[in-house]
């Protein structure tokens, strides 16, 4: 990897803590965190609310109200575990056809093989990269819930 990519790894972790600061941020700043905050994968959890119809209810304190975050974890959460629970499966599916073609040794190999790949590359990797953000994500409930 480049040195450039290696920092922006760092560097949008730390601007998703930031953006929440109450001051007034520049027009370009607040597209740009508009922008890093769509999510291409399906949340999961939008509809597990019961109560509200699945409407969850969004912060109503100063910059979470203005990028209109949702008070419930997993829904802010929701594409760092979906993507988790997507390789898991895949780990899971792996597993059951190699217990099927036990008695094929160049198939079993191939599957172990692809196996592997995806446990402790891929899955260890999306982990990793998503630890931040879920940990982010906890810290910043917690303390939304002591001041409410």
Known sequence: MSTGAMLLIGFLPEVDIYKYINVA????FNQFCQSMASNLLPNLFANLDDVNSGAN???TIGKLEFYGVSAIM????SAAVFKDL????IIVGINLLMLISSKCSDFYTLLNKIRNLFM???????YLEDYSELQHEI???LCLESVL
């Not at 941020?25 to 370009?28: E, H, K, M, V």
């Not at 997993?74 to 959460?77: A, G, K, V």
């Not at 997507?86 to 499966?89: D, H, I, N, T």
């Not at 402790?120 to 999306?126: G, M, R, T, V």
């Open 120 to 126: 402790w590359n891929l899955f260890l990797s999306f």
């Open 139 to 141: 810290e910043r409930t």
């Open 74 to 77: 997993l829904d802010n959460s």
């Open 86 to 89: 997507v390789v898991l499966g």
């Open 25 to 28: 941020s520049p027009d370009n």
């Open 57 to 59: 209810l969004n912060y």
